[in-house]
């Protein structure tokens, strides 16, 4: 089975701490409303009245024509990364689907690979996805609005 990665813990810690996001600009603080508030480092909604953050995030190293860039967020204190145990992290069961798109070893989309799927079948698909040996990776976004939640990546 793919294996679920959120955000790197010290790209986390620098956006915490107030780094620039991908325009350049520091994170905006707010208040969660406790749903719709999925931090993409823990993998779980941030609690109704914890400080989170917004901000700009691009899932790739390069700017590029298929890097895109969303807003996400994440808890404003420190959380523990999401460790993929074989379960769906709570952030990826609290919409009925996902979009799903994989991407080449040049981070660009293969097409033919994007897909929105009802959320019990996100890991079935993916592994489908996976069989195409082009695919380096898959990342999982919001169906409504398109925004990065998470990346999947070939079982070690």
Do not use: W
Not at 99 to 117: A, D, F, P
Request: one cysteine or more; hydrophobic letters at 30%; glycine letters at 8%.
């Amino acid at each position: 089975m793919p294996r679920i990665t959120a955000l790197p813990t010290d790209q986390v810690r620098a956006y915490q701490s107030g780094a620039p996001d991908a325009y350049g600009t520091p994170p905006e603080r707010a208040t969660s409303t406790g749903t719709g508030n999925p931090c993409r480092h823990c993998l779980r909604n941030i609690p109704a009245g914890a400080e989170m953050l917004i901000l700009a995030h691009r899932p790739f190293d390069e700017v590029q024509p298929y890097a895109e860039t969303g807003p996400i967020f994440l808890c404003a204190t420190q959380c523990e990364r999401h460790q993929d145990t074989g379960t769906l992290p709570e952030v990826l069961t609290t919409s009925p689907d996902y979009l799903i798109k994989g991407y080449g070893m040049e981070n660009r989309i293969v097409y033919g690979t994007g897909t929105i799927i009802p959320a019990e079948s996100l890991m079935e698909t993916a592994s489908s996805i996976f069989v195409k040996p082009e695919i380096a990776y898959i990342h999982i976004r919001s169906s409504r609005n398109n925004c990065y939640q998470a990346r999947l990546d070939r079982d070690a």
